[in-house]
């Protein structure tokens, strides 16, 4: 029969909703000086909708110490598979401190329309010019631009043939030199006036610090050699202030986030417009990275705390009993724990290879990251196939017995599909509203729609043959208290990622670069993570793995296809 609610659930649900809540009204509000709008969209020269976001300072406040029709405006401009969001910390700093921070997707990225063109984005940030030059409040005639990564590179063509830009910042993006792009190039002793910034981390591969000498020794007049980073050259009086900044032990794509960035491009803005006077001095990067902790502590306890009454639910509605009888699982009793994730590890790191080459078709795949991605989870897959291939002959089970296992009662099935389709967005709109819209998007643009049922099928295979494996076999041998639960989640995450690690190194070292490592590896650590605590939270709840598999399947494919160019 369904199991009774208790009143210390119900308290405990009400306790995590209510830290989620406010976790979600303070991450949209904090600061108190900005005022936010989101989902503003214009339209480029050659036709494509480009969507954007504005911060801009509180204008009951901003008027006290400024002149409300002459506010100074900046564009920021986000990298390759990345989207507006990455940059909301610099938005949010720089609109506190009195400016109005524009930020972007780029055609084939984010909300906006189109394919990506590297030759025509520079359109992209004309149009988000033009819709300042529409604003009363803004004046045109000073403007700073941003560029992350890729969108660096419109930012050097637009500064070079537009001087309403006085300041520009490069985050670990290249700078014109007598090499790259030399006609874009601004000479610090021109009559232009013009503020350059190069932001870089000290590990990335992205753009090396020599290159960027390269380039501030063709601005400067001097040689490469002679170029120091950290030190400030020209002045922000003369209009032709100049610094590459070196600093902290990250990466690419933590530049984004780094909070000792997000201040220094700040300061530069302030320096190069000292007219504007700040409403609010306080710096909130790191209160907001606060927040969001709280937040998805509220939302991911609220997640695993609803499981069980909606599944009773589900069960009351369709006036059937859960099965406790009907757990799906492949006994080994004569195979302990750690045998079982030796083999797991050494099968997906020696058969995970020849499983990629199988696979190497998804590298075609017209989402190149997607690909990619699919292509080594695929490998992984194939590895565990021949391990439950191996592990089913000695349970006298075949390989097609295993994999049929999760949909041969069509009671259950309809169950987990049920909660399974009930709890996908719950999970959703919490990832949703705490890191997708202040950190990294998770929602692809329309021209990509057609591609998520395409990766949702092969995700949902590939994590269902992972979770047979986890979590029929694994987790069916330890004990399902809170502390098994706990050494589960750990060996399905610990498995997944060791993978992921070893084949992201080696291709690395193939390459000759570890720009990827360092770019996939912070997003899928996270992602595997919780995946692993969902499966195994869903399957001791539920018996069955379809509902976590649905769930993560759905989450996984709207993270890559997000990131994902066409």
């Known amino acids: 029969m369904s199991r009774i609610i208790t009143k210390k659930r119900v308290i405990l649900i009400l306790f995590f909703l209510s830290v989620f809540i406010t976790g979600t009204v303070l991450i949209f509000t904090v600061p108190l000086s900005v005022k936010s709008t989101y989902g503003l969209t214009t339209r480029t020269s050659d036709g494509v909708t480009i969507s954007f976001n504005v911060f801009e300072p509180q204008e009951s406040l901003y008027q006290k110490y400024n002149d409300n029709n002459n506010k ?77 990564s890729m969108g660096g590179f419109p930012g050097n063509q637009i500064i070079s043939e537009d001087t309403d830009f006085k300041c520009f910042i490069g985050i670990g993006t290249g700078l ?55 030190k400030l050259y020209g002045s922000f009086q003369d209009g032709n202030a100049s610094m590459i900044f070196l600093d902290d032990n990250t990466n690419h794509l933590l530049l984004a986030w780094d909070q000792d960035f997000v201040r220094e491009a700040r300061n530069w803005v302030i320096s190069t417009f000292p007219d504007v006077r700040q409403p609010d001095e306080n710096f909130y990067v790191n209160i907001r990275f606060i927040i969001l902790i709280f937040q998805l502590i509220g939302g991911i306890g609220l997640f695993f705390l609803i499981v069980d009454p909606l599944f009773d639910l589900i069960l009351k509605i369709r006036k059937v009993d859960r099965d406790d009888e009907a757990i799906l699982k492949l006994d080994l009793p004569d195979v302990s724990i750690t045998n079982l994730a030796l083999r797991t590890v050494a099968y997906s790191l020696i058969l995970g290879l020849p499983g990629i080459l199988i696979f190497i078709p998804l590298y075609f795949f017209p989402l190149f990251t997607a690909g990619n991605v699919l292509m080594l989870l695929c490998g992984q897959m194939f590895a565990i196939l021949i391990l439950l291939w191996r592990i089913g002959r000695k349970a006298d089970t075949s390989l097609k017995g295993i994999l049929i296992g999760p949909f041969k009662s069509r009671k259950n099935f309809i169950n987990q599909i049920l909660l399974g389709v009930i709890l996908t967005p719950i999970l959703y ?30 995700c949902f295979f590939v994590f269902l043959v992972y979770s047979l494996l986890n979590q029929t076999v694994i987790q069916n041998k330890i004990n399902n208290g809170f502390k098994g639960q706990i050494i589960t989640g750990l060996i399905t995450f610990g498995g997944q990622i060791l993978y992921m690690i070893v084949y992201l190194l080696i291709f690395s070292f193939l390459l000759g670069s570890f720009f990827n490592f360092g770019v996939y590896l912070p997003i899928t650590i996270p ?21 976590s598999t649905f769930i993560n399947a759905f989450i996984v494919t709207m993270i890559t296809i997000t990131v994902s160019v066409i």
Request: aromatic share 10%; charged share 20%; hydrophobic share 45%.
């Open 72 to 148: 100074k405006a900046i564009i920021i401009g986000h990298g390759n598979m990345a989207n507006k969001e990455i940059l909301k910390g610099y938005a949010i700093e720089l609109a506190n401190a009195g400016f109005v921070a524009v930020v972007f997707d780029f055609r084939g990225h984010g909300q906006s329309l189109g394919e990506l063109d590297r030759g025509e984005i520079i359109d992209d940030v004309r149009a988000i010019k033009e819709y300042l030059n529409s604003r009363d409040d803004v004046d045109i005639h000073n403007l700073g631009y941003i560029g992350y």
């Open 176 to 230: 014109p030199s007598e090499d790259y792009h030399p006609e874009y190039s601004i000479k610090a002793n021109s009559n232009r006036s013009l503020n350059i910034l190069m932001i870089q981390a000290r590990y990335d591969e992205a753009v090396t610090v020599s290159r960027l000498k390269d380039g501030m020794a063709l601005r400067l007049d001097m040689n490469p050699e002679d170029i120091d980073v950290n």
């Open 527 to 547: 992602t595997t993570l919780l995946s692993s605590f969902v499966f195994v939270a869903l399957y001791k709840k539920t018996g069955n793995i379809i509902s």
């Open 429 to 458: 709109i919490i990832i949703y509203l705490s890191i997708g819209l202040n950190y990294f998007a998770i929602v692809p643009s329309l021209t990509k729609i057609l591609f998520i049922p395409i990766c949702f099928a092969i």
